[in-house]
């Protein structure tokens, strides 16, 4: 029966604007193609890293695909992460094996897809050196990268009363670097949460309306990222349904997400949405080495079967108390939101 090559494909999800990536399945190539993806964050404690390699197998690939033993290296791989502050060794930080984290019902062995988990502090102003060894194979696997920095929003600015206020006009979000690595892509997204109060005199929290406002992925990032407040209204407008069943609805808070990723990410993010053929060769951007031994590592000889990202995101959040006085005369009785009975009357 015919052979076919089935090569588990991780997808980014930070920053949910990765594209997929293909290789060729006439290559004449089939050896191991051990595949990482990592996103250090500086403020969890805990970090999981996944781990798999392409495997070639006889027969339905999709059946294969369901066995962890073909896709997964379970036990057989030694994890550890190595923080350098410059050149100098601080520690070594050691990753176990887990299926403790729930997923989505999918192919890749749900449930018992297997991670990597280290606890661990992160510091802001160190580099981080991930290495991969092969028990029986002896393959080596790296990839380093610095920690992003933290950031602060100039606009909108929170003030001491925690109102924001949306004008039906164009606005930017404006952000500055506060300390470490300065961040290479961003993502801004509004989050409305609500109260809705039902006719029968009970209260209950109305689904929150997410509003992904835009991205500044450049080489050099702009710093700010254009929105139109109308669209505040707009989105409120498109989230929430008139019900006959609820009585008033009021503001909760209002919260600013600003997604942040290092350069390698952003790097494999432009990379994953350049579009390929079934005789695409380029794998796409990686920041992973790999080689066959440790002597292969010392004398600088990569084999090119590592792929996948080692970088790191982070999150910066704002969180307002409400709307402002114009701002919330535009949410009670504005044209796309005066039918959902918006108001300040508790």
Known sequence: MKKKFCLLLLICILLTSCGKTDFSVNSPKREEVTIVYGLLDP????????????????????EAAKDPHYYSYLDSIDVRMDEYNGEKLVRTIPFDTTTAIPKDSGLFAYP???????????????????????????????AETPLVGDIYITYPALNLSKEITFPESDLQIKYKNKSGVNPACYEAIFT????????????????????IVGKDFNNQPRMVIPYNGETFYRKIAEGIKADPAVKARHTDSIVLIMYKG???????????????????????YTNLHSYASAADMAAGRENRNGIGIFSSKGITRYVFRDLSIVSRDSLFYGRHTKHLKFTDIY
């Not at 404690?45 to 798999?52: A, C, G, M, N, R």
């Not at 809705?196 to 009970?202: C, P």
Request: charged share 25%.
């Open 43 to 62: 403020d969890a404690s805990v970090h999981y890293i996944k781990i798999y390699k392409g495997f070639l197998t006889e027969g339905n690939a999709y």
């Open 112 to 142: 018992e897809q297997c991670l990597y988990r280290a606890n661990a502090k992160l510091n802001l102003l160190y580099r981080y050196r991930l290495r991969i060894e092969n028990r029986y194979t002896g393959k080596i696997v790296t």
């Open 192 to 211: 409305y949460h609500y109260t809705e109060k039902l006719t029968d005199g009970s209260q209950r929290q109305g689904k929150p309306v997410e509003w």
């Open 262 to 284: 290092g350069s390698d990410l952003l790097k494999y993010i432009q990379a994953s949405t350049i579009g390929t053929g079934m005789n695409q060769e380029k794998i796409g």
